[in-house]
């Protein structure tokens, strides 16, 4: 399969932080001239059966789909697992035990957000959860700008939710090891998401790659909606140098909030390997 097709294998609804249905979101996909599509809800596989159907209702390819989250040198990494088969016991089991902590981790954050005269946080967060078990900074976020406390999401991470701001939380996830493993032997290929996103020093990000690879991960997030031009180049480089497979996702959350929209993003630059080349028979049609 050529490189030139529009994918969008990242993106998110209700299920976990997105605003649209798995449904409006196939719909929005096709409208926008995708032709390959995942939903990739954070640390759940709870929307694939809906997001399949819709997509085969409106004529689209489709690839299953999540978003993993992971503690990795004490930083929290983004795993995108495709093409996997979203029953296997071993995936599911991993990733309620990975999404488990986050009802406490909501509280202890409220209460850091209440220290600073915001009080209600919680149950304010609760409102805009979808899925309760879910519940993520970006519930949060979306109630800190309903009560006026910053103009948009962007801000609000900035001024709170990020490390060292009152509503931050330290919370462990799964293990890279763990996220990799529960996704290939589910028959699917894992992705490193949005690279450019962590902040990580050359030798953090050696690190990361290497045992990404080591692990039995083969792709890596190229075009996305969190890279700029400039990085499309380094990370198409670093996908050629580690030898992974590229892939293409907007990361689109909500029509309010996203800046980049489902199936709008250039092409993958040429002389890659796309992720649905390896993909192949996993396409659901
Ligand atoms: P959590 O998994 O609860 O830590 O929440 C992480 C989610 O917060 C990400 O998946 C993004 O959707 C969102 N997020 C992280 N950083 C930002 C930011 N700077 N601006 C807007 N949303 C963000
Ligand atoms: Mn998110
Ligand atoms: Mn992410
Ligand atoms: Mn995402």
Sequence with gaps: MTSILNADLHCHSVVSDGTLTPEELAQRAHRNGVELWALTDHDEVGGQQRAGVAARAVGLQYLTGTEISVTFI?????????????????????????????????????????????????????KYAGNLELISRTHFARFLVEVGACKDTNEVFRKYLTEGKPGFVEHRWATLKDAVTWITRAGGVAVIAHPARYGFTANEEFALFTEFKLHGGQGVEVVTGSHTTAEYQTYASMAREFELAASRGSDFHSPNESHTELGTLPYLPGNLTPVWELLADRIQH
């Design 74 to 126: 004490g930083r929290t990494v983004h795993i995108v697992g495709l093409g996997f088969d979203p029953d296997d016991s071993a995936l599911r089991q991993g990733l309620v035990q990975t999404r488990g902590g986050r009802g406490q981790r909501a509280k202890e954050m409220s209460a850091g957000l209440a220290q600073i005269g915001i009080p209600g946080a919680y149950e304010g967060a609760l």
